[in-house]
């Protein structure tokens, strides 16, 4: 079943069209198939220019579409051999953010990123992807290890934010994600990030800060999320649409603006529509960067990160 989107509607009124239209074909003698065709056509072009003018706030509302593909879908169809490793030998595990080691195609790397969950409990047991302090140590550590064998870092940001519970702040929430953010910036190996949903303040930024960062088309990355913004700013979050624009939260924003440097395309519709050709996709051009990426020396990497990061917000 899919689920539509509240400007998704007259897409979801043709789909209802043609599938009471395929029932009804069972049990009629008049052969409709080039009707149930035109309206097959007509719905794929609907969502299809639907999808190519979508407002920050409508991508947005993609970016946390409940079907859209999360960590685990990416690790079963854009990688092999997952090897997942926990706690961060301070506190204990958090689930909201995982990690291991794992191959993309033929390269051994390290595989870090937010997992959200795809029903209640898992999304419970992964506390929605909000990361706590034990899950940004456990990056440190895993990102230590990858410094220490030689192996590329691979992150998939999906978080609205690092989680703010007063436990969190009692374990040092700040600390730890800073702490993150400067073990990407110094490792000695090649790293890429992806946005593949949502990407939320520092929780993001802490798996990000990558010498090459890329986004899903209908991902977005920001300071702070569109309702936040518009509840500091106009006092409501009913401004939320309003905030998104301002913020520019797009990957398209984003790209101009040098704060990433390549869109990874989507299926029509959303990557919700066909998770593993997103997944595929991603998983090569992940594999593109880091073949460019290799041979380069620990200080050669260390200054591209540096460089990169000065130059966003420059003119």
Request: hydrophobic share 40%.
């Amino acid at each position: 079943m899919i689920s539509y989107l509240e400007f998704e509607k007259p897409v979801a009124q043709l789909d209802k069209r043609i599938e009471e239209l395929r029932a009804a074909s069972g049990h009629d003698d008049v052969d409709i198939s080039a009707e149930i065709a035109r309206l097959e056509q007509k719905s794929a072009d609907l969502l299809a220019s639907t999808y190519a003018s979508l407002s920050p706030w409508q991508k947005t509302q993609v970016a946390r579409h409940p079907a859209r593909p999360h960590f685990r879908d990416f690790v079963a169809h854009a990688f092999d051999e997952f090897i997942p490793l926990g706690g961060d030998r301070y506190y204990g595990e958090d689930e909201a953010i995982m990690g291991g080691f794992a191959r993309l195609g033929e390269r051994r790397v390290v595989l870090i990123g937010h997992e959200k969950g795809n029903d209640t409990e898992s999304r419970l047991r992964h506390n929605f992807g909000m990361g706590k302090p034990e899950g940004y140590r456990k990056a440190i550590r895993l990102m230590e290890l990858a410094g220490r064998f030689g192996l590329p870092v691979v992150t998939l940001v999906d978080t609205s934010g690092a989680f703010p519970g007063v436990e969190a702040e009692e374990r040092g929430q700040a600390e730890a994600i800073a702490r993150s953010t400067e073990a990407c910036l110094a490792l000695p190996v090649p790293m890429v990030a992806t946005i593949v949903g949502e990407g939320g303040s520092g929780g993001a930024v802490a798996l990000a800060s990558a010498e090459r960062v890329l986004m899903l088309e209908h991902a977005v990355y920001s300071v702070i999320s569109p309702e936040g913004c518009a509840s500091i700013l106009w006092r409501t979050a009913e401004k939320a649409p309003d905030a998104a624009e301002a913020m520019k939260v797009t990957a398209q924003h984003l790209l101009k603006l040098g704060v990433i440097d390549r869109i990874v395309g989507e299926p029509a519709g959303g990557a919700q529509r066909d998770p593993v050709a997103t997944a595929k996709t991603l998983g090569r051009a992940i594999g593109e960067e880091l073949d460019a990426l290799s041979g380069k020396d620990p200080a050669e990497l260390r200054r591209q990160r540096e460089e990169r990061f000065l130059r966003i917000g420059t003119l």
